[in-house]
């Protein structure tokens, strides 16, 4: 649905993509992960069309029809909830909706109808008529999704969404992400949290200094980049664990354990923070 | 609704939940313009100078001379009991004078021409206001003739002063010539007072032979016109075209551009505070540019502007007796005015990087081109190196604009109208072209 060929973009002499090109196909979410200041939220921007890259092309492509970035037309395609929550304190929640609902040009009795429905879906129906100052950080990111999904669009573009949000909120969140996707929405979710990215994402970009280093579904990356299993042993009367890296953890916990006086024993599996500090040789957190 | 009347709409609706903004867009131009026609206009209570009275004499003739003073309408006079008192309230500003009438006044007064000795009248007064002291001696002196006046068609109280008159002169030590020629005048004083007095008696009845003239133009008496040292009259003069009517004339124009000025800088910051905090992105995402975003915000700021103007204009003749010449030339100059300042917003908003920073910059500059620009001080009492200085100003033309509406009676067919609205014209298409190039660029950078 999206095309991203060899995309650049720089704000003064600090390149914030650096020749990315991904393809991000109909019906899929496509988790976009990497540190602060990787080129997620720039990226998001010039899909979006908000921003113009150097050089390279960005293309939407629905219906049969090919669209740039630029085309403001082709936005009316495009939901967006940006990383910083674009919402007016001083209007409350259902005038907030109504108004953004009203720029994609729906009709009056359309729009009611779909304000409400995003109202209830975000689970805010009861808070509708207070004003969106008044929430708590994980509401008012709720209210930033409804926003971005009122117009029913065929892509929704999700910055961080969880940022700054407590559990609640953002289970609440998933859900709302696992049901755009069932009903085959194309999510492509920006976020620095490896199991946000494991639980909702089909496939992972990993981005960083702007550039992507490996780009495939979570377990095909774990294989590929997060290296070696530890297998963790503790035995009886011993204060230190025996550790043991090896592709095969199963048969080494097997051995472990038919030698007897096994206190405890853990396998320790790659995840994406593995893959990441094998790819950069930095911690996703740092 | 359509995307760019959905956006006004908002605006309104954030501007009106904006305490802040909405005083100095709607509160602060009313009081700005009705303080200062209040300060201009001499503060309401015409300009009567207040001053304390001391009458320590209490006769009959020293209560008919402060009967006198409080007649005159130039004066507002409170009786006070002791000179000290008086003298205190000068001191502190309560009173801009005293006027101590001493003891011995009314036997002074018996005794028809003063001799010097007790009697006078004392001033208390600041001497740095000088004129204020010229104007009360005015009013003392003509508070006295009244009453000398007042004396020559009282032939019994004529006749009384003139006893005393005789009798002092008898006991003075004056020469016997001077002392025969006194009584001479004694004598002529007598008898005129008695013609007066007979005059007077005939002006009250008409019926009277004498068929003499009663009354002068005025409709004093003929005995009392007669006496007046000098003839006063009053000239009608037309007031000059150039000069406002009234001091709401001026203030309520200055009072309109202080409120665009508000609305124009809220806007402004807005537009600026959108691009900080988010939500221009998401507008920015929806199926609108950026130049059609800052053109909903224009078009609010406009809307906005119109609104408060035409509330302060119709306040000002309804209520302040302003006068506007014609309706149809005024709202010209309005909207001429507003145009310009919308396309000072559109510029601000294009260059503004946060809500802060265009709020704080732009006061500032706009402040000095208020100043500058006869918003505060008129530009008709500049001196003129000022006004040569304005002319790099937006708000002077916007004031000649308006003023030009309100009491300089010009229409658009005069130059004087056309010059400034063809610059406050420039003024809001380069503004709006500025602001939505930098807007664009800014957007797509």
Redesign the interface.
Known sequence: MITLTDVRKSFGSTPAVNGLSLAVRRGEVLGLLGPNGAGKSTTIAMIVGVISPDSGRVVLDHAGAQHEASDHRARSLIGLAPQSLALYEELSALENLTFFGSLYGLSPALLKERCEAALERVGLSDRRNHRAGTFSGGMKRRLNLAAAILHDPELVLMDEPTAGVDPQSRNAIFEIVEDLKSNGKTIVYSTHYMEEAQRLCDRVAIIDRGKLLALDAVPALVLAHGGQSTVRVLHAGSAREQLTQTDRPLDVLSAALSAGNVQSATIDSPDLENVFLNLTGRSLRD | ?T?IL??I??DL??LL??RASAFFAFVFPVLFAIFFGTVFSGGGGGNALQIACVDSDQSEASQRFVRALKNSADLKVTDIASEAEATRAVLTRQQVAFVHIPKGFGAAQDGFISTGKGGGITIGIDPSRQAETGWIQGLVQQAAYTQLFGAFSDTKTMRRQLDTARASLAKSDVNPAQKLIFSQLFSSVEALSGSVSTLQNQNENPSSPSGVQSGNAQGEPAAVAGFQPILVTTQSVKANRDLPSNAFAISFPQGIIWGIMGCAMGFAASFAGERS???F?????????PRRILLAKGLASGLVMLIVSGLMLLMAVAVFKVHVPSYSVMAGCLFVVTLAFVGIMMFAAGIGKSEAATNRAGWAIMMCLAMLGGAAVPLFVMPPIVRDLSVISPIRWAMLVLEGGVWRGWSFSDQSMLVPAAILLGIAIVGAAAGMTLVQRQ???
């Open positions: 609704m995307p959905a956006m709409r908002k609706k954030l939940r904006d905090s988010g939500t992105l998401r507008l920015c995402a929806a199926p609108l540019t957007a797509r950078a």
